[in-house]
């Protein structure tokens, strides 16, 4: 996504479990979330995902995600269906352990691109030894 040009609008207010913050780019809408969707926050993440405005990618960066619950799942199913029927795509970046094991659990990372902008750095193995 070109920052170039982006603008940025954060839903929410300071306080509240659940923050969102949107950049339009020129092919890329960004959904950056940070905290817990659950039914009490979710309709701030379902206000974000509306507002977003068409583009050929709708990439929301779930790595801030401590909680997903099964009213995040269904928030984000309907936005796939609404970006898919625009021709779209919707991407789910980043989530931390627990929340990529509820896209799992409940089949979602089928349908909807999951992906890691950052690797996960590989876990050392056997005994660690101090270089000189």
Known sequence: MSVAGARFVRMGQRGDRLHVQLSVGDDVVGVRVVGEVDVASVGVLRAALWAAPAR???RVDLS???LLS???VRAL???HLRV???GGELVLADPDPVVARVLRATGLHRVVSVVQSHPTPPRPRGELVACA
């Open 56 to 58: 050929p990618v709708l």
């Open 64 to 66: 801030g995600v401590r």
């Open 70 to 72: 099964a009213a995040g």
């Open 77 to 79: 199913v309907a936005a």
């Open 84 to 86: 898919r029927a625009r």
